[in-house]
């Protein structure tokens, strides 16, 4: 196939699906989730051939081992999308939800009912269980989907996508409702992003030089999710032990992922009480410690901070480590390093809570708990495409709400205006 | 001054001053407003000298009567900025809404509050009053704004941001809080649409053309204020004298705006009883009708419609009338023609009724009353900055809602993640 014509052909398909999904019934697009989810398993064997040689291409071509583990599928993994479905069968429908009606003087009523947002398109990397998540989401919210994934992980993907699209459509769901960009190639992923016939919404997956070439490249609307450059701040105030737990959940928790703390903010007063212990905590379970001058003086065998340790999102089991003289200085501090992500305080003191929640900028903030909440399950949202953190459309984690937009539907009995 | 130096240094002190306004109270804000209305007709001298000055350079370059008009202020002009801001005033601040708040199972506590977008900026075209509306809804929601208008009307602006600034720093909102981009080049247009280290979003206000070079060129999230190619459908189960009503109003209560209906579709079996008298009044009213080969046969002295009559938003007194074989083929032509801003049925069938509001995709959608009512105030929702028609963020009129985006304020006792 001509591969401009391909993207053309789909985003026409996937429009014309989108007017028939909107219109879909909760039961039909519930059918087909689980229709998809028992197709996955049921179709294993295909996914997984086609996975191994996606697998033996990457080998080939020298993958690292993390990405060939991220890449790599599984009995067990293609068991936890098909969940994945299954759990989204479970939630409440958003569409047609009235968010608010109210009568006008003139008796024209005004309803903001929540719809689809039409065509959705996904441009990612290398995991093919994205694939498999992000047309879940999609078809739950009645949204047609266009996928874009990794040239790593297209065997994978064609073979997951040519399962759970024909699922869906045996279950009632429009042809064209999911469908699979094949051609990987730079080009076509530039014109996905321009392509705003088709498309209403372009979501990246993926990591920062991914988001980044999409935000500066797309004309088609972008919700960036983003990075997270996390800072847990130990106030004067704090009770200590508290402090030290969040502190060790928002590094060691889960270090690879954008809510982990990425760098703790220690007030001068209970520097000298709560760093050696929690610095010697942190390195027995391999966390490389980088602070600030104060901070060496308190924890053996950390290192010299950088400016651009305080810049990084380390994703992994390192943190800076800086002591602040005072509460405005932990401000001024989350405020120039800040990536907008999650952010929390530690302290008893009711006003420094108060205006830490209303100064710091982020999707969250947090008092005395730990940033590895912000997520859709955490936050009872249920599944999510990501976090967000841009400040249209959806901050946060977006859940199903975030998948769909409004429109006013009125209701008159001949009201012109005057 | 340099001039990429004078966006640079103007964008971190609009960075600056919003994150003070973040916290500043709804008292001062409004005070801010009364003072910014005050100084306008209390200074109205200066700036109807700029304003005079600008008419002048128009005049003298060639400018349309139109544009001519669209510059021109005179002292029952001022009044009505100044009135605008008044209005504001009495809205209730939406920054600091708890929208939502909910316990988690483990105690921690999520609320979504509503908080400033940050930094907006504006770019438009030649109207100055422009510039009083968006710094008011700007600063009433909290954010500073960074205002880039046409170079025609450049000393009018010059003169009414120097008047509202000052006054709104009088009483006391941070120094940087409404800010004139007084490079009026395409180049510093271009650098702002880019300036994503300061600005949060971007918001276009003007013609077809200006919106498309900031939705192409833009990185900064844009919300599109859009074209309204809006349709009337008068249905076989209409009432007709309730239909002639609202077509009428559609079509002449005010043509040059974007929710002003701009072809009219009419099922043929109510065609030969509605149109020909419908036509003759819109005739009177000196609305210029284009129709289809139906409609000329029923209206004498319409003309023939073309292709591209169905395509545009004339803005103006001219009508294309068409008559519709179904139902099905009026929401067909609406599906191709629609720009999404607002359309409506005529019809007293309530299944048809359903099914349109279901299936047109629009910012608003009417039964049985004028597309006319797309509008901030029509809405009760007071003050707007312009109807989105794009799906992100904001569809419909963007009111001080709109303005807005929320973040995620979780308060805990110590909880962590297991």
Chains 1, 2 share one sequence.
């Not at 760093?275 to 104060?294: A, D, F, I, W």
């Not at 992994?316 to 800086?322: E, G, P, T």
Request: with cysteine; proline share 3%.
């Amino acid at each position: 196939m001509n591969l401009v014509s391909e993207l053309a052909l789909k985003g026409k398909q996937a429009k014309d699906a989108a007017y028939k999904l909107a219109s879909i019934s909760s039961q039909i697009k519930d059918k087909a989730l689980e229709a998809m989810a028992y197709a996955l398993v049921a179709q294993e064997e295909e996914i997984l051939a086609a996975n191994a040689l996606d697998v033996e291409a990457g080998r080939n071509k020298g993958m690292s081992n993390a990405l060939l583990d991220r890449l790599m599928l599984n009995k067990k993994r293609i068991e936890e999308m098909a969940e994945g479905l299954y759990a989204l069968v479970s939630l409440p429908d958003p569409i047609g939800e009235v968010v608010r009606q109210w009568r006008r003087p003139n008796g024209l009523e005004i309803g903001q009912v929540r719809v689809p947002l039409g065509v959705v398109g996904i441009i990612y990397e290398a995991r093919p269980n994205v694939t498999v998540d992000a047309a879940g989401l999609c078809l739950k919210t009645g949204n047609a989907v266009l996928l874009r994934g990794g040239s790593e992980a297209i065997r994978s993907n064609m073979a997951i996508v040519k399962v759970i699209a024909a699922a869906a459509e045996e279950a009632g769901l429009p042809s064209g409702s999911i469908q699979l960009v094949e051609d990987t190639s730079r080009e076509v992923a530039q014109q996905m992003m321009t392509m705003n016939k088709y498309l209403d919404v372009l979501i990246p997956r993926g990591g920062a030089g991914l988001i980044q070439t999409v935000v500066k490249n797309a004309t088609v609307p972008v919700i960036e999710t983003g990075v997270g450059n996390c800072h847990v701040y130990v106030d004067s105030h704090a009770d200590l032990d508290m402090a030290e737990n969040i502190v060790i959940n928002a590094k060691t928790h889960r270090p690879g992922v954008c809510n982990a703390m990425e760098t703790l903010l220690v007030h001068q007063d209970v520097a000298r009480k709560f760093l050696p212990h929690v610095g010697k905590r942190l390195q027995e379970m391999n966390v490389e410690l980088r602070g600030c001058p104060r901070t060496l003086a308190l924890i053996e065998g950390a290192k010299e901070a950088t400016e651009e340790d305080y810049q990084t999102e380390y994703l992994d089991l390192i943190l800076a480590v800086r002591v602040v003289d005072s509460f405005e200085e932990a401000l001024a501090h989350i405020r120039r390093y800040s990536t907008g992500h999650s952010e929390a305080i530690v302290t008893n003191d009711y006003l420094r809570a108060r205006e830490f929640t209303r100064c710091v900028d982020a999707a969250a903030v947090y008092v005395n708990a730990s940033t590895r909440f912000t997520d859709g399950f955490q936050f009872g949202m249920g599944a999510e495409i990501g976090i967000s953190t841009q400040k249209l459309h959806a901050r946060g984690p977006m859940g199903l709400n975030e998948m769909t937009t409004i429109k006013y539907v009125c209701y008159g009995d001949g009201q012109i205006r005057q």
